[in-house]
């Protein structure tokens, strides 16, 4: 077996952005805008909050009602102190959901969720980076289990421009074990925990888990000596922290020129 472990290339990303925000002028400022009621987010924001207290960029959390959010995102959009937005999801409604994230600057988009948004999706870049660190070259047949805004669509879309073989399935995909069985590479991100089980991974299969905290890989998989596979906690979680703060200070150097 193969572990996929993001924690040391994650701290060495975070000392080089420690570097960089030594050499701006201005300190970048992330805007992370949550939904009153979201009170599972609470560990996600102590993350960046705590990544951005390291390396020196500010972080402020705003938690808004249904009613003030869009007005939040408009004013942060206008604030010239606000490097960079994210929306903390889930919102209460996924047409409130649809309204935010199209709402904010893409020029300020960091998280790279928008339509329009001047970034890679911070999820599809960090599983990526993961990969490229441990010398895994995309190859084969590569499955991707999940289909929302924050990890499926945006991998899928990036991976198939890029001409790979790709195909798209998620919980509801009627036989999901005869899709993943045949993948030299699978990417999951459902939400769904203990989703992939041992008897739907082939032989010498890359296998990288996009949803944490809860783990979408059966513990059982870890038994299997031939996979490449990514741990839990600890494979694409620190990644994703990381590849935000990166988008937050190219977005930084771009407003320094």
Do not use: C
């Amino acid at each position: 077996m193969k572990l996929l472990d993001g924690r040391d290339i994650a701290q060495f990303i975070q000392q080089r952005h420690q570097q960089m925000v030594a050499g701006l002028a201005n300190q970048p400022r992330l805007a992370i805008i949550r939904s009153a009621d979201n009170e599972g987010a609470k560990r996600y924001l102590k993350l960046k909050s705590q990544y951005g207290e390291e390396i020196g960029a500010a972080v402020d959390v705003y938690a808004e009602q249904p009613g003030t959010l869009l007005g939040r995102i408009r004013q942060l959009n206008a604030d010239p102190r606000v490097t960079g937005i994210i929306i903390q999801l889930p919102l209460p409604s996924a047409e409130l959901t649809a309204q935010a994230v199209k709402a904010v600057d893409p020029a300020k988009d960091v998280d790279g969720l928008g339509p329009h948004s001047s970034f890679e999706t911070a999820t599809p870049k960090a599983a990526l980076w993961l990969l490229a660190s441990h010398n895994v070259d995309l190859r084969g047949r590569i499955v991707i289990v999940g289909q929302g805004r924050l990890v499926g669509k945006p991998l899928a879309d990036r991976l198939e421009a890029s001409g790979h073989e790709v195909v798209r399935v998620d919980i509801n995909t009627k036989d999901l074990r005869a899709e993943t069985i045949q993948a030299d590479m699978i990417f999951t991100g459902t939400g769904r925990p203990g989703l992939i089980k041992p008897n739907m991974v082939k032989e010498g299969a890359v296998v990288v888990d996009t949803g944490a905290p809860l783990g979408e890989l059966d513990p059982a998989l870890y038994d299997r000596d031939d996979l490449t596979i990514t741990p839990n906690p600890g494979g694409v979680g620190p990644m994703t922290v990381a590849s935000l703060f990166d988008n937050l200070l190219i977005a930084a150097q771009q407003r320094a020129k």
